[in-house]
């Protein structure tokens, strides 16, 4: 990833932790899917930058309610690895 990619996901990161830290600390756990939609939101902007995977934070996000079973759902690879 370029160094401007890097630098762009880099909000979005801290954003992230600081919701775990904080109200995700004390809200009880209600996310379907494991990882959390939290930690799934953070591994995929980290590893596919802040654009795809804000892209791939939302279409999961849009999946975690009650009528969805949940289960383990990670992070799609990075094509070409």
């Given at each position: 990833m370029s160094e401007?990619?890097?630098i762009s996901r880099w909000?979005?990161?801290a954003a992230i932790k600081l919701y775990q830290l904080t109200l995700g600390a004390v809200m009880p756990p209600s996310c379907r899917f494991y990882p959390t939609c939290s930690q799934y939101a953070f591994e995929a902007i980290?590893?596919?930058g802040a654009l795809?995977?804000?892209w791939?934070?939302?279409k999961r996000i849009v999946r975690c309610h009650?009528?969805?079973p949940g289960g383990y759902d990670p992070v799609p690879e990075l094509k070409g690895k």
């Open positions: 401007a990619g890097k909000p979005f990161l980290h590893k596919h795809r995977g804000g791939l934070t939302v009650p009528f969805n």
